[in-house]
């Protein structure tokens, strides 16, 4: 069956979202998006795909400023997993996936960007 990449990621913002101070993010969010949507693999079918899309300019841009916008967090504030094709992730699934990893660390079920290269398992 064929698998796909289903990614998860969170943040604390420092502001409520209709403060100035979160602007810039407010501001990127349509277009980063839009960037997103439109990549090869959008539903993140392998991860050249993803990483493309996560180390290109307009993310990359967005990432630096993020400290701007976010609070720095202890856990886990990302994670990725397989899906099969067709199966859309509920936020419960994705939690569970997030809890798994700050509790047991990476494995096949759920990784890091930095384990992104795992191949289906």
């Not at 407010?26 to 980063?32: R, Y």
């Not at 630096?64 to 899906?83: I, N, T």
């Not at 990893?101 to 191949?119: C, D, I, K, Y």
Request: glycine residues 6%; proline residues 3%.
């Amino acid at each position: 069956m064929t698998k796909y990449i289903a990614e998860l990621n969170i943040a604390r913002v420092r502001a409520d979202m209709d403060n100035l101070i979160m602007r810039g993010f407010i501001d990127g969010i349509a277009s980063v998006n839009a960037q997103a949507e439109a990549s090869d693999g959008f539903i993140w079918r392998d991860c050249a795909s993803l990483k493309a899309f996560m180390y290109g300019e307009l993310h990359a841009y967005y990432m630096k400023g993020r400290r701007e916008w976010f609070h720095k967090m202890d856990s886990p504030h990302s994670c990725l997993w397989w899906v099969n094709a067709g199966h859309q992730p509920s936020l419960t699934e994705a939690k569970a996936k997030l809890d798994a990893l700050t509790a047991h660390g990476p494995s096949e079920a759920v990784f890091t960007f930095a384990e992104m290269n795992r191949l289906p398992g």
